[in-house]
């Protein structure tokens, strides 16, 4: 490379750019276009984020990737959207996944419980059982999706929302390089499994 | 069973799409140049291709940089001639996901197959463009508006990602190709069900 020599800072923020032009085109087509677009981007967008059962599950996995550090911390949000979307993929085929809620609510007791342990099984297995939950979610949101949305904004709405949830959860999970901060996680985490626990009920009852 | 979901999306997918060109008010070329960044299902596979000769290196950069927005044209201009029905979506969205999930797991491609993908989704999603275009006034015009368009995009964000060294970066990229599987996903179960 001839500009090996760029200045690092300015590179990375020269990165971000097409993240960003890729959240605002789609923010600025739903401005410009009728507002049956605007709904597209935004109903995805609120979907994740509007269920407290599924936002705690969300933001538990970027808590456990960062308990358990390298790999896993970008090996979860790298493989997780893909996951959900395939459940979510089947959810819009029709595929029926009996037990949903109850999944769901499994998910959040679950992972909870992971990060309350602390729970260090090889990588393999914690993508597996991530995987395993991340299909239940991606398939209630897939079968909860309003029929007359535009699509294509409607999945980029909820797959940001999905990332950014996660990457919320491996923000606040750079605290566990303190002593302290290794407690409240595991805190957090008694609280998420106690959530799930009480929307378990709910989908038993 | 199991082909009778794609038997029925095949036969939804062959109704036209719609021409979505945005009037900006400054003639056919600049709507042209405007309806890359504004359409989400035309920027999406094309940025996806982009980050993945963009992490392959700048000589792969180099390379989609001349072959995207040219087998893209040719594309266009083949269905604005032709005017038969193009790819099907759910088409569209599986290249989508799969060329999203080639950027997420950062395989290194030999360069021939990161150029034939870049054409081949160049061809089929210019096709679609090109005779959604064709019954629209300066739609040659607009169609080389959205060439340039397309080789703009292509130089900015090939030419960022070639020159990202930092793990972090590079991990940004994947983050963004797994985004850009997870929408083909859905975007395929969406083209499944709008089928039903």
Known sequence: MTNGATKPGSS?????????????????HAHILSGDAAGGFVSGFEHPISGLDHMVAMVSVGLWGAQLGAPAIWALPVTFPIVMAFGGMLGLMGVPLPGTEIGIALSAIGLGAVVATEARPPLIFAALLVGFFAIFHGHAHG??????????????????????????GIGIGLIHRWKAGEVALRLGGAGVAATGCFFLWDALT | MRGLPLAIGLLAAATPAQAHLMNSGFGPFYDGLAHPL??????????????????????????????????????????????????PAWLIAVATAAIGALVAS?????????????????????????????????????ILGIACSLFAITSLVAGQVTVLKAPWARLAVRIGGSWIAAVGLLMFGWSMRAGL
């Open chain 2, 106 to 142: 950062d395989v290194r491609l030999p360069l021939p197959l990161v150029v034939a993908i870049a054409t081949a989704l160049g061809a089929l999603h210019g096709y679609d463009n090109g005779r959604d275009l064709a019954a629209t006034t300066g739609a040659l015009v607009a």
């Open chain 1, 143 to 168: 079968t909860e999706l309003p029929p007359d949305e535009n699509g294509v904004l409607y999945s980029i709405g909820f797959v940001v929302a999905t990332g950014l949830l996660h990457l919320t």
């Open chain 2, 38 to 87: 504004l359409s989400p299902e035309d920027l999406l596979p094309a940025l996806a291709v982009i980050l993945l000769a963009g992490l392959g290196g700048a000589r792969q950069g180099r390379c989609v940089l001349a072959t995207l927005p040219l087998a893209w044209l040719a594309g266009m201009a083949g269905g604005w001639a032709i005017g038969l029905p193009g790819a």
């Open chain 1, 12 to 28: 990375r923020i020269a990165a971000l750019l097409p993240m960003l032009l890729l959240i605002w085109s789609t923010r600025a």
